[in-house]
């Protein structure tokens, strides 16, 4: 899939966390139900739930395995039980996976919070679903965790657009990723990342992108979206616009993988890949979205192409 055993960086998968949107009923979960074995069937998931021994191990070598398996380079991880656990679970392969902070951005002691992940718990930026933050983010308490990012020029993962499965968000305050214009255009240190190609919200992402160069876009998971897309979308109309006006510098590869017996979702990586082949991106190009973008934003070192060889500097 990649010549000169340039291997891949994933810079958005999931260890277990707290999901926040619980509530159900009845009637949700039967719909919820027959839309998973469509998205099963049609990405040919395993229909059976985890082995008891693969349950058995632990979860942090399952994913190593599942790196290997597909010779992928290293993944990133957005989320966990809390950032202590998510950090004491990643340290086992410092040289593999990396991690965000992820606590509430309205807490008090937020940007205390963030400070203690990144200096004391070795994680490398922040992750926030936007339609779970109930104030705007250029609120003037927001500021000392926005000037702390900055000043580290530390990455900051931000989902926008459809959150959720049936009975998920579609509506609220921070939904659009336009809501983070005025953070965005004022503190231009921090690189903002915005995933699933805006998740609905792709015109108001380009636009966004327009305003801020650094604002980056985050190709993660199956991008089902598009079929509730008004007009025609497809994946490869996606990368091609991206592509042309904001350039594969600013174009960040990601799965969303997130549990097991499914593991890392090769097939994800293998319809984004073949969409870059079939627009004829350059192999420079192709590596950039598909790991060293990551590892720049990460600092965890590059992969080049070095007269036909490899080099990790």
């Known amino acids: 899939m990649f010549k000169n055993g340039f291997r891949v960086f994933d810079i958005h998968a999931h260890l277990p966390y707290p999901w926040p949107l619980a509530s159900r009923n ?30 058995k191990r632990p979860l942090i070598d399952r994913w190593i395995d599942e790196l290997d398996r597909y010779s992928i380079g290293g993944i990133n991880f957005l989320t966990a039980w809390n950032n202590d656990d998510l ?49 705007p983010f250029h609120e003037p308490r927001l500021i ?21 499965h049936t009975g998920g968000i579609v509506q609220h305050l921070n939904i659009n990723p336009l809501a983070i214009f005025n953070v965005a255009r004022e503190y231009p240190d921090i690189p903002f990342i915005i995933p699933h190609f805006g998740a609905g919200y792709f015109q108001e992402l380009l636009h966004l992108c327009w ?10 998971g199956s991008n089902q979206w598009i079929r509730w897309s008004p007009y025609e979308l497809t994946l490869e109309t996606l990368f091609r616009k991206t592509y042309e006006l904001i350039g594969p510098e600013r174009i960040i590869f990601g799965t969303d993988s997130n549990a097991f017996p499914r593991g890392f979702v090769y097939r994800y990586l293998q319809d984004q890949v073949r969409v870059c082949r079939d627009l004829r991106f350059n192999e420079s190009d192709i590596e950039l979205i598909f790991g060293n973008n990551a590892r720049k934003l990460l600092q965890v070192g590059t992969y080049s192409l070095i007269s036909g060889g490899e080099r990790r500097s």
């Not at 099963?40 to 008891?52: A, C, I, K, V, Y």
């Open 87 to 135: 950090a004491a679970q990643i340290r086992k392969y410092p040289d593999r996976v990396t991690g965000f902070a992820h606590h509430s951005i309205e807490e008090p002691n937020a940007a205390e919070e963030l400070q203690r992940a990144v200096d004391t718990l070795g994680l490398k930026g922040y992750k926030i679903f936007g339609p779970l933050v109930e104030i």
């Open 26 to 55: 009845e009637f949700i979960d039967r719909h919820q139900a027959q839309r998973s074995e469509r998205m099963r069937l049609t990405w040919d998931f395993p229909s059976q739930p985890d082995n008891e021994e693969g349950a």
């Open 211 to 220: 305003s801020c160069p650094n604002v980056y876009i985050d190709t993660s």
């Open 144 to 164: 000392p965790v926005w000037r702390f990012l900055a000043e580290r020029k530390l990455p900051v993962l931000i989902h926008f657009g459809l959150l959720g």
